[in-house]
């Protein structure tokens, strides 16, 4: 199982950018996926979670990005895609997507260190002013 982030970049306030991340060895489908961003000094946070599971898509987003990010996948459920618009510069840093066996989700993101969770490297998103 293998995750790889891109379409990070610069941008500007009020600008927009789409991230990507590329499953390798399982698909969205079988998988709870979500997004995570780590802002300088800053502790890593949860701000989207997709589930798609046969005929049912589940999303969330944290209140500080409703309205403005939106989290999708393509038809092959290979790639998960991050769609930012109205960026604000608090929303620079690196993001990281992640993903777990759907039987092993209970509704909220294991920590890290239990070895449940995949997750990429991640892709550095500036946003100047």
């Known amino acids: 199982v293998q995750l790889v982030e891109s379409g990070g970049g610069a941008t500007y306030v009020g600008g927009s950018l789409t991230l990507s991340c590329r499953a390798y060895?399982?698909?969205?489908?079988?998988?709870?996926a979500g997004w995570f961003r780590q802002g300088p000094g800053k502790a890593r946070e949860g701000i989207t979670s997709?589930?798609?599971?046969?005929?049912?898509?589940?999303?969330s987003y944290a209140n500080s990005i409703k309205g403005r990010f939106h989290v999708s996948t393509d038809d092959a459920q290979t790639t998960m895609y991050l769609h930012m618009t109205k960026l604000k510069p608090e929303d620079a840093g690196e993001y990281f997507c992640?993903?777990?066996?759907?039987?092993?989700?209970?509704?909220?993101?294991?920590?890290?260190?239990?070895?449940?969770?995949?997750w990429g490297k991640g892709t550095l998103v500036t946003v100047s002013q």
């Open positions: 997709l589930s798609e599971m046969t005929g049912h898509t589940f999303q």
């Open positions: 992640a993903a777990i066996d759907q039987n092993l989700f209970d509704g909220q993101w294991p920590d890290p260190s239990s070895g449940l969770v995949s």
């Open positions: 060895g399982f698909t969205f489908g079988t998988h709870v």
